[in-house]
């Protein structure tokens, strides 16, 4: 079946370390694939996306992610936490479903960056 | 600011009423989506509006349905409300309609809180 998930409900980091957000993901056909991120009271904003191309995407405030076909995965990266970057964070991909190409979100990772 | 904006901010309503939830999408995009995020079920898309026409349909109840408008901009209507559909209301906009690469940009998201 076709999916994608993050095996995290929550990562926990002190600033300045390095973070991981993992996402997996399970489509027929080539992936598409999206990070978004959710502060508090506020909508999703986007952050970075894979299309094609090189397997390392950067995107806003310093988020990068690395697309892995092999391991079915692309798990958001960035080299120094910050306190502000504590969120929630939703991996998606664009896949064919129910008849039509849909955007579908995984249940979320909440990041909490400790001083 | 994602340029997409959403009225009004939060709403309270009783069971079996009907609300009505506007979005309009960023200068130039064509379609417009509609999601629903609560705790138990997390992000899930409801429908998806292209320049006027329903383009792609999720996890819509028979109780809601959208439209939208020559202005491109779409409204969700809730109707004999349970105590379930409370939840956060996001709508999306893109620039084209089937592309798999576009990405959607959201707004700020409607709290829906039935009583």
């Known amino acids: 079946a076709q999916s994608v998930a993050q095996p995290e409900d929550q990562v926990n980091v002190a600033e300045g370390n390095p973070l991981t957000v993992k996402c997996t993901y399970s489509?027929?056909?080539?992936?598409?694939l999206f990070w978004y991120v959710q502060y508090p009271n506020r909508g999703l904003q986007f952050l970075l996306k894979?299309?094609?191309?090189?397997?390392l995407v950067k995107g806003s405030y310093g988020f990068e992610a690395e697309f892995n076909k092999s391991q079915t995965s692309f798990h958001l990266k960035k080299p120094s936490a910050l306190v502000s970057d504590s969120a929630l964070y939703f991996c998606?991909?664009?896949?064919?479903?129910?008849?039509?190409?849909?955007?579908?979100f995984g249940a979320g990772t909440r990041l909490a960056v400790h001083p | 600011d994602s340029g997409v904006t959403q009225t009004p901010k939060h709403l309270i309503t009783a069971t079996g009423q009907r609300v009505t939830l506007r979005c309009s999408p960023r200068?130039?995009?064509?379609?417009v989506y509609w999601y629903q995020q609560s705790l138990d079920q997390g992000l899930q898309f409801l429908i998806q509006y292209y320049n006027g026409e329903e383009r792609a349909k999720g996890n819509i109840l028979e109780r809601f349905s959208a439209q939208q408008f020559p202005d491109l901009h779409s409204e969700l209507n809730l109707s004999s409300l349970e105590l379930g559909d409370s939840a956060l209301y996001f709508c999306a906009s893109s620039v084209g309609g089937t592309s798999n690469t576009d990405t959607q940009y959201f707004g700020p998201g409607t709290r829906l809180t039935v009583l």
């Open positions: 998606a991909v664009r896949m064919f479903s129910g008849g039509y190409n849909k955007l579908i």
């Open positions: 200068s130039g995009d064509l379609s």
């Open positions: 489509v027929s056909g080539n992936p598409y």
């Open positions: 894979y299309i094609t191309g090189d397997n």
